[in-house]
């Protein structure tokens, strides 16, 4: 289905992308919440011997990922919603002036 190409289709990508980063630093404070934390010792070798080594470095490795989505992915995600509503704020006013000129 091919949706044609308009000014108002920027909101939704914008609010999905608001969304996305949310979802992911409400992931990563489940995670911290967990304490998962301290399952990340898989990194320089050493594992805290509540578990098993593989449990441990798998649940590592989630917080490890929710830890880098959390402080790598979701400012890009929130600069990127941003500058869609900036962009879709221009062409509104872009719009408006060329409708009403100030001349």
Not at 15 to 27: D, E, K, Q, S, Y
Not at 89 to 98: D, E, V
């Amino acid at each position: 289905m091919n949706l044609p190409a308009t000014p108002l289709r920027s909101r939704p990508l914008a609010r999905g992308l608001l969304l996305r980063a949310a979802l992911l630093v409400a992931f990563y404070g489940l995670c911290q919440a967990a304490g998962l934390r301290e399952y990340t010792g898989f990194l320089s070798g050493t594992h805290p011997g509540t578990l098993a080594p593989l449990p441990s470095a798998l649940l590592g490795l989630i917080y490890l990922v929710a830890y880098l989505g959390a402080t790598l992915l979701a400012p890009i995600l929130l600069l990127a919603a941003g500058f869609l509503g900036l962009g879709r704020l221009a062409r509104h006013y872009l719009r408006i002036t060329k409708i009403y000129p100030a001349g």
